[in-house]
C-alpha cells in the first residue's frame, strides 16, 4: 500500500454519519484514497471524524471539491514512524496457532505456537487490526486441512500474512505491494523472523507483474486491502487461485461483506467461511476442483458452501 502522505478530515460527525459517510466513500468509485479510518474526537460529546489518506496533496483536493461538505480539512502526514511510535501502546494478538508482537514485546513470547514479529515502519499492516486476525484464524483453519504449496499475497503491507504462511507451511510464499517502502518493510521484517529464503517480495499493481502470472496458479491467496480494490481484482483474483484452493479476503466491514461475497460467487467461487471482529469481516472462499465423485456425481457451489458452514466464527 502506498505511503499515505496527506489526510483529508471530515470532523465533528455524530457515529452513524461517520460509519454512513465512510460507507459510502469506500463505494463510490469517484474517490481513490489508499485508506479511510472513523475515529472517536470527542466521547463526551459523541463527535467523530471520517479521514482519507492520500499519497499526494492534488487527490486530497480532487477529493475535497467532490465531498462538498465545509469544514473539511487537509493536512501532511508527519514524516515520522508513527505506527511504529503507537505500537507501545498495544498488547501481543493471539490467533489461532501465531501469537503476534511487536520488537517491544519480545520478551512476552509464548512457548509453543508461532511467533511473529512484526513491526511496520512506514507501511501499514501492524497486524493489531480486527481484519489481519481474521486472516490468521483462517490461515490457521487452512493448515489444519492440508497446508498450501503455492502462497500469494496482495497488498502485503508489512508481509505479517506471507510471512505466517511461509513461517507455518514450511513454503516459499510471493508477496505484492503497490507501495516499495512495504515491500522494504515485508523483505525485512521476514528476516527478523528467519524466512528470508521463503520471502519474495515484489513491487506490482494487480495481478498482471511477470512474476505474480509464472507463479500462477496458488494454492492460496490473501488480499487483504479494501473493498472498492477487492471488486476491481475480483476476476484476475478468482482466476489466479488453483483448483481446490482457498482465497482470503478482508479489509471489510460488516456493511460491505454481502457485496463481496456476491462478487466473488459470481466468478464461481465458494463462500467457505466468514469471520467478524468487531466491526470487521474476513471472507474465505474455495475454488471447487472438478472431480467425480462414487455415483457421478461433481460436487458445486452447494457442497463446498455446506462443508465450510459450520466454520463461521463471530465476535
Known sequence: MTAARFTLTVPDLAHNAATDLANRLEEDFRFEPMAITINETDE??????????????????????????????IAPVPDQDWVRQSLEGLAPVTAGRFFLHGSHDRHRRRPGGIPLEIDAGLAFGTGHHGTTEGCLLALDAILKRQPPRRILDVGCGTGVLAIAAAKAAGRPALASDIDPEAVRVTLGNARLNGVAPRIRAI?????????????????LIFANILARPLVALA???????????????SGLTLEQMRWIEATYVSRGLALARRITRGNWATLVFAKVQNKKRPGGRTPGRLDACSKGAGWEVDA
Open 203 to 219: 513491487t506490482a499493481a494487480g495481478l498482471k507483474h511477470p512474476v505474480i502470472v509464472a507463479s500462477a496458479p496458488y494454492d
Open 44 to 73: 463526551a460529546r459523541g463527535l467523530w471524524e471520517v479521514m482519507l489518506y492520500f499519497g499526494e496533496h492534488q487527490e486530497a483536493e480532487d477529493a475535497r471539491d467532490l465531498l462538498q461538505i465545509s469544514g473539511t480539512l
Open 235 to 249: 476476476q484476475n483474483l478468482s482466476a489466479a487461485l488453483a483448483p481446490g484452493g482457498s482465497l482470503i479476503l
